[in-house]
């Protein structure tokens, strides 16, 4: 059983930059791929960015493409979003997840993604 504990969610204005971190226990980190999901009120959730278990494969939302950056650290268990040039519409409850998944083709399937964590708070007043 793999426990999530994100952290880093905050109220920013737009333009700003927000580190969110999401800290892994209870299982074999190196054994998953990682990914950010986010839900917005009144919307489904979706898929922001998964990393692979190598790190070698990273998939964006295109709606964060060249503004949000994945990554893990295979020492600390943790894996961190960074999300820089926030506008309006990323303010969202963002979800850190775990999966035995490592094929990119498989991320976009949310069902893939067995652990979530609880959720951070992420709201960029314009």
């Known amino acids: 059983q793999v426990q999530l504990v994100e952290s880093g969610g905050g109220l920013v204005q737009a333009g700003d930059s927000l580190r969110l971190s999401c800290a892994a226990s209870?299982?074999?980190?190196?054994?998953?791929?990682f990914g950010w999901f986010r839900q917005a009120s009144g919307k489904d959730r979706e898929l922001v960015a998964v990393?692979?278990?190598?790190?070698?494969?990273?998939d964006y939302a295109e709606s964060v493409k060249g503004r949000f950056t994945i990554s893990r650290d295979n020492f600390k268990d943790t894996v961190y979003l960074q999300m820089d040039t926030l506008k309006p519409e990323d303010t969202a409850t963002y979800y850190c997840?775990?999966?035995?998944?490592?094929?990119?083709?498989?991320?976009?399937?949310?069902?893939?993604?067995?652990?979530w964590g609880q959720g951070t708070q992420v709201t960029v007043s314009s």
């Open positions: 997840t775990a999966t035995v998944a490592d094929l990119p083709y498989l991320w976009r399937d949310s069902r893939r993604f067995t652990y």
């Open positions: 209870g299982g074999r980190f190196t054994a998953y791929a």
């Open positions: 990393i692979s278990r190598s790190g070698a494969s990273i």
